[in-house]
């Protein structure tokens, strides 16, 4: 929707609800800004306005009022006791529990409406932030890049499409799915619906969505089946638990301090100017963005999964940097090119392309 068209909606909102008679449309269109002088163009624009109203909720009343200057003729007001919302009471755990929830969505990409949100209901006199939300922190994160698409798409109905690369797998497969939710579990996010191409429910993780998730239909083409619970159906399904691996690594001499701190067998190597330690890990996905964080401190030699997700991080850390070359990405930049410790045995080329 047009800002243009939003305004126009908005003051002809304003103007029904702040009148207590009908308004004819030849009144709406003295009173209301944004309409055409023509007569045709005017009526077509008001029916389509009439239109997007109803289609929004809105209690748009059609009659007339003898007493009023629309005599006879038809004439459009709002009953603001139809329009307005009826007084919050929220129990203090229910208040609580709004807190917390926008505070979980501070980051992602619906944090300015959560916080709109919030801002109404202390204004109506119900306070959020209230003694028993003290002590919790949400963790939910929501920066898998797949999120706002499959989020859109869940709210929308709309099937989707995108490129997935399965655990254990080095090469990503199409798929198409029919998305029923997007639910977080252990601050990880999953897609849980229909995959047309395996004809069965599946969870798909989204840090393992691979490019752009695009939609593959109209709206409300997704129907939710009766009974389907998307909440249990991904804490079910889970991520296979693994157990724990060593990582081989190099740290700069006297850098890299937290990696340091639960590192095993550290022995100095190259002439005192490099250390090299094992580390344990389970998760590839959560451990490569946590050594990127050192830059070119911290050099990954082995496993072959690691390295390679540490090298996709600092390219799109380049990438960012092309785009922003004073943006976050700056410190790990040296003279156009990444630092060279970043990465091991010619990894830098392959990011730099040189």
């Known amino acids: 929707m047009s800002r243009r068209k939003t305004e126009r909606l908005l003051n002809l909102v304003v103007c029904l609800l702040a009148t207590r008679r009908y308004l004819t449309a030849e009144q709406i269109r003295r009173a209301v800004p944004g309409y055409p002088d023509s007569d045709e163009a005017f009526k077509r624009m008001f029916e ?22 629309g005599g006879e003729e038809i004439g459009y007001r709002i009953p603001p006791q139809a329009y307005e919302l009826p007084d919050i009471h929220l129990t203090p755990d229910e208040a609580a529990v709004l807190g917390i929830a926008a505070r979980v969505w501070q980051r992602a990409s619906m ?35 797949a999120f706002p698409a499959l989020w859109e ?50 969870v798909f993780r989204l840090s393992r969505i691979v490019g752009d998730v695009v939609v593959d239909g109209p709206p409300g083409a997704v129907t939710v089946p009766d009974g389907v619970d998307v909440r249990r159906i991904a804490f079910d399904w889970g991520d296979p638990v693994s157990d724990p691996r060593p990582a081989t690594v190099r740290l700069r001499a006297g850098a890299a301090q937290g990696p340091r701190r639960w590192a095993r ?44 997700a540490v090298i996709q991080q600092l390219k799109s850390v380049l990438a960012g940097s092309a ?32």
């Open 48 to 69: 389509r306005d009439k239109e997007e109203l109803r289609e929004l909720g809105v209690p748009l009343e059609v009659g007339s009022d003898q007493q009023g200057g």
């Open 265 to 308: 067998d550290v022995r100095a190597v190259e002439g005192g100017a490099w250390d090299e330690a094992t580390l344990m890990f389970q998760d590839v996905e959560r451990f490569a963005p946590y050594l990127v964080r050192f830059a070119d401190d911290v050099v990954v030699l082995d496993p072959p999964d690691l390295r390679e």
């Open 153 to 202: 798409a869940v709210r929308d109905g709309r099937p989707v499409a995108f490129d997935y690369q399965g655990i254990g797998r080095t090469s990503v497969a199409r798929r198409h799915l029919e998305p029923w939710g997007v639910v977080s579990r252990r601050g990880r996010w999953y897609a849980v619906g229909f995959d047309r191409d395996r004809e069965e429910q599946r």
């Open 111 to 145: 944090a300015e409406a959560a916080s709109g949100a919030l801002l109404k209901l202390r204004a109506a006199g119900v306070e959020t932030d209230v003694p028993t939300a003290v002590g919790v922190e949400p963790r939910v994160n929501t920066g898998d890049p």
């Open 323 to 354: 785009q922003d070359p004073c943006g976050d990405g700056g410190d790990m930049i040296r003279d156009g090119a990444v630092a060279e410790g970043a990465v091991a045995d010619g990894a830098v080329r392959d990011v730099s392309g040189r």
